[in-house]
């Protein structure tokens, strides 16, 4: 079943968050996710405006996006985002059709 990292992220040093975006994908990929949504205008409908970056990544498992998330090949980038954003991120399980 398809699993989903939401994420919800205040840049606080956009230079060192350029870096961060480079270091991603390719950790992204080997774990099989993809970018289903990388920033971009957004539009609340309701509720408090929405002024943070938005990010959605979809990945084929929670057990991939768990190993992703812990794995060494986003350590580095991770280390990298937590000098340049704040935020929150949570996975959750998709529907599988």
Same mark, same amino acid.
């Given at each position: 079943?398809?699993?989903?990292?939401?994420?919800?992220?205040?840049?606080?040093?956009?230079?060192?968050?350029?870096?961060?975006?480079?270091?991603?994908?390719?950790?992204? %990929?080997?774990?099989?996710? $993809?970018?289903?949504?990388?920033? /971009?205008?957004?539009?609340?409908? #309701? *509720?408090?405006?929405?002024?943070?970056?938005?990010?959605?990544?979809?990945?084929?498992t929670m057990e991939r996006a768990k190993a992703f998330w812990d794995g060494p090949d986003y350590? %580095?980038?991770?280390?990298? $985002?937590?000098?340049?954003?704040? /935020?929150?991120?949570?996975?959750? #399980? *998709?529907?599988?059709?």
């Amino acid at each position: 079943m398809p699993a989903y990292l939401i994420c919800r992220i205040r840049v606080t040093d956009p230079q060192r968050y350029d870096e961060y975006k480079k270091l991603t994908p390719a950790a992204i %990929a080997k774990h099989g996710g $993809r970018f289903v949504v990388r920033g /971009g205008p957004v539009t609340t409908l #309701e *509720g408090p405006d929405e002024h943070d970056r938005v990010v959605v990544i979809e990945f084929p498992t929670m057990e991939r996006a768990k190993a992703f998330w812990d794995g060494p090949d986003y350590a %580095a980038a991770k280390a990298l $985002r937590k000098s340049a954003a704040t /935020g929150q991120f949570i996975l959750v #399980e *998709g529907n599988p059709g």
